[in-house]
């Protein structure tokens, strides 16, 4: 049974996993306070050194154009390497698998299907388009990929939604789209992922409500057997708030459209997924035959929604489901912020949802798959299980042994910040570095070799008040069994790599 436990760890109290940090996270804008990380000055000082020991060439051509590059440019060639693999349209691979699932839900001609935008756009599209502050965190360069200072791999595909509305092709759209996020790195996390976007709006001087919630009864009558908590109102003027342009007779019709279509979505998706708990009852000692665990019926399906907070809806949820004992993050929603709607040149009388998903995550899950880096892997033992149109059980076809390298170096400059946001350090006496910064070098050298990195232990000398990292990096390849020279001379490229790019010293 595939699990995604790390078993092969040594448990320590030490070890801190590295957080991923998600757009949600921001408190909303009517909470004033200082921005939650800052960290931009630092790492251009970074970034500086970084690009000159790679020689960072003027300009770079990604995708048949030609970019000239800057002091923000940040992407590197295992990045780059990932644009155009389209996994999302390889029809037997998992990720399509699952894209296809979604999509059956949402059909032409309500929705058009977009899965060929590009993945480079402006930080316009991406982030202004949408309402993101200035001083966002998801725009700073340590976790977005930046080609130059107008340029980024797409972070989310929410950076389409203002050319999708503008383009007005039909009452709704979906995009399925690569996304690409600097991160942790470990068994769920990857610098390159596939999201869905949907979204649906009406024009209310030409459809009524009444005619919304005739959908909406449509849409329900799928989902009966779906146990759904929601116990928030549909909008809540502190936590959750209507917008001033909408009724809320209308807001609640479009928020229970929006909701009865996404429950339709898990539905379709959970119950196409193989029943993992089948082949747990078969090993247990309490089954007496298989064909008892096959007549006990299966527990209905369990989903909740919570308030939640993007800088594009408002009001905003997100949808958890019950799966396998506990509660699984699956999607974030709402309804689309109006100033975007007219920026698009609808009439202020359009009202729209929108959602976005993310794919690796579900079919992980649906799949039973243990480590997001298979999803990238050539190897026919990978590739070859997967069939067009069906959700199967993967088959481990093996578990090669991994590797623990620990990696101790100081920090370069002198005094903490003390407050442990993710910037490794900062103050005075040099430049500052951001632990995304440490995970990309890793990343750079180790490729899909590291399985995970952990942070085991820091502290600050108390003369010196140089800051001391100790990362855990697990060596692991899927295909094959690595030796010790090789991971050795990996091992010592990575501290050559952190010395030259970040000037830690390695103690
Ligand atoms: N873009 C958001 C994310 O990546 C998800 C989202 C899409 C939320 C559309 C609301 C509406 O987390």
């Not at 340590?142 to 389409?160: C, E, F, K, P, Q």
């Not at 119950?271 to 299966?298: E, G, I, L």
């Amino acid at each position: 049974m595939p699990s995604v436990k790390h078993n092969d760890m040594p448990p320590t109290t030490l070890m801190r996993r590295i957080s991923f940090s998600r757009y949600p996270s921001p408190p909303p804008p009517s909470v004033s306070g200082p921005p939650l990380r800052l960290r931009l000055r630092p790492l251009q000082l970074t970034l500086r050194r970084f690009n000159s020991s790679s020689a960072t060439p003027t300009t770079i051509s990604l995708l048949g154009r030609t970019y000239p590059t800057d002091g923000w440019t940040n992407i590197t060639p295992s990045i780059t390497a990932h644009l155009s693999q389209n996994l999302h349209l390889q029809p037997s691979h998992p990720i399509s698998i699952t894209r296809s699932l979604i999509e059956s839900r949402f059909p032409s001609p309500t929705y058009t299907h977009h899965n060929h935008l590009s993945p480079i756009v402006t930080t316009a599209q991406n982030f202004d388009s949408l309402g993101f502050p200035s001083d966002h965190p998801g725009r700073a360069r340590s976790d977005t990929y930046y080609i130059n200072a107008g340029h980024v791999l797409r972070t989310h595909t929410s950076a389409h939604q203002l050319d999708l509305f503008k383009a007005n092709h039909a009452p709704g759209f979906l995009v399925s789209a690569d996304v690409y996020r600097r991160d942790a790195i470990d068994r769920s996390h990857y610098p390159v992922f596939h999201q869905m976007e949907g979204a649906r709006g009406w024009d209310l001087a030409k459809t009524s409500v009444a005619e919304i919630n005739d959908e909406t009864e449509y849409l329900a009558s799928l989902t009966a057997s779906l146990q759904v908590e929601d116990l928030h109102p549909p909008f809540h003027e502190q936590t959750n708030p209507l917008q001033p342009q909408h009724s809320s007779e209308a807001a609640a019709a479009v928020a229970a459209h929006l909701k009865r279509s996404l429950e339709s979505v898990v539905l379709a998706l959970f119950t196409s997924a193989p029943n993992p708990d089948a082949d747990a009852d078969a090993d247990s000692p309490s089954s007496s035959s298989s064909s008892s665990s096959s007549s006990t019926p299966a527990p209905p399906l369990k989903v909740r929604w919570v308030e939640a907070y993007f800088p594009f809806t408002s009001p905003s949820w997100e949808l958890e489901v019950f799966w396998r004992g506990s509660w699984l993050e699956l999607l974030g929603c709402g309804i689309v912020q109006h100033p975007i709607l007219t920026a698009a040149n609808l009439p202020s009388s359009h009202i729209s949802w929108a959602f976005g998903v993310g794919l690796e995550r579900i079919a992980m899950v649906l799949f039973g798959i243990p480590d997001i880096r298979l999803f990238w892997s050539t190897d026919d033992r990978f590739t070859a299980q997967f069939i067009q149109g069906e959700v199967t059980r993967f088959i481990e076809f093996s578990k090669f042994p991994g590797t623990l390298r620990d990696i101790a170096f100081w920090l370069p400059g002198g005094v903490e910040d003390g407050e442990d946001t993710g910037g490794a350090n900062s103050g005075a006496g040099g430049p500052a570095v951001h632990e995304n910064d440490i995970m990309e070098i890793i990343r750079n050298v180790g490729g899909d070799l590291v399985e995970d990195v952990l942070l085991k232990d820091q502290f600050t000398h108390p003369k010196t008040k140089r800051a001391s990292r100790c990362y855990r990096v697990h060596y692991r390849s899927l295909e094959r069994t690595l030796t010790s020279e090789e991971v050795n001379a990996k091992h010592a490229e990575l501290e050559k790599a952190l010395k030259e790019a970040l000037g830690v010293e390695i103690r």
